[in-house]
T-cell receptor, first 109, second 115 residues
Framework: EDQVTQSPEALRLQEGESSSLNCSYT??????LFWYRQDPGKGPEFLFT???AGEEKEKERLKATLTKKESFLHITAPKPEDSATYLC??????????FGAGTTVTVRA | DGGITQSPKYLFRKEGQNVTLSCEQN?????MYWYRQDPGQGLRLIYY???????QKGDIAEGYSVSREKKESFPLTVTSAQKNPTAFYLC??????????????FGSGTQLSVL
């Protein structure tokens, strides 16, 4: 059974204080790893897809990396508007996604 | 402006009552999904449909039903058989083929609570 574990559950940062979120996974035949951002009371918004170990993707202050066992989402010099819950999901075999529980990031000004 | 519309935003269910959550998309996507989100848990797949008039059970289909009579619409009915329906329900869609097939587009969700 595919498993996705995100850590930490919650992260409180000062504005400008860089940090990383972890997504570890157990899956047979990874087809893709996905990062989504979710604001309170809203649906998730797509950020990145990573397909193979060593791959990196960037968007503004966010950078996602992938190894054979885990993915990191690095937040560089975060701003209060980066506060959200970040979800990780993996896809193996068919097109169904397995989601982690998420990391809730709070950035204080 | 293309997207996915879920309604209502908030819904209350009485004991023994069936309720239906609406999901409409104008993205011309073939595939549509329903997920359930509970605090502290990952999104769990309820039902999915890759094409009109066809749908499959996800991981937690018991107590739920769906229909896919039109490409744009994928309503979810929470039946009285679902004993713990309180959750945030998310509808999503995607292209089933091509480079964007795994990218899910989500609606803004429906919060269902039991009275």
């Amino acid at each position: 059974e595919d498993q996705v574990t995100q850590s930490p559950e919650a992260l409180r940062l000062q504005e400008g204080e860089s940090s990383s979120l972890n997504c570890s996974y157990t899956v047979s035949g990874l087809r893709g790893l996905f990062w989504y951002r979710q604001d309170p009371g809203k649906g998730p918004e797509f950020l990145f897809t990573l397909y193979s170990a060593g791959e990196e993707k960037e968007k503004e202050r966010l950078k996602a990396t992938l190894t054979k066992k885990e993915s990191f989402l690095h937040i560089t010099a975060p701003k209060p508007e980066d506060s959200a819950t970040y979800l990780c999901a993996v896809q193996a075999g068919d097109y169904k996604l397995s989601f982690g529980a998420g990391t809730t990031v709070t950035v204080r000004a | 402006d293309g997207g996915i519309t879920q309604s209502p935003k908030y819904l209350f269910r009485k004991e023994g009552q069936n309720v239906t959550l609406s999901c409409e998309q104008n993205l011309n996507h073939d595939a549509m999904y329903w997920y359930r989100q509970d605090p502290g848990q990952g999104l769990r797949l309820i039902y999915y449909s890759q094409i009109v008039n066809d749908f499959q059970k996800g991981d937690i289909a018991e107590g739920y039903s769906v229909s896919r009579e039109k490409k744009e619409s994928f309503p979810l009915t929470v039946t009285s058989a679902q004993k713990n329906p309180t959750a945030f329900y998310l509808c999503a869609s995607s292209h089933p083929s091509g480079p964007s097939r795994e990218k899910l587009f989500f609606g803004s969700g429906t919060q269902l609570s039991v009275l």
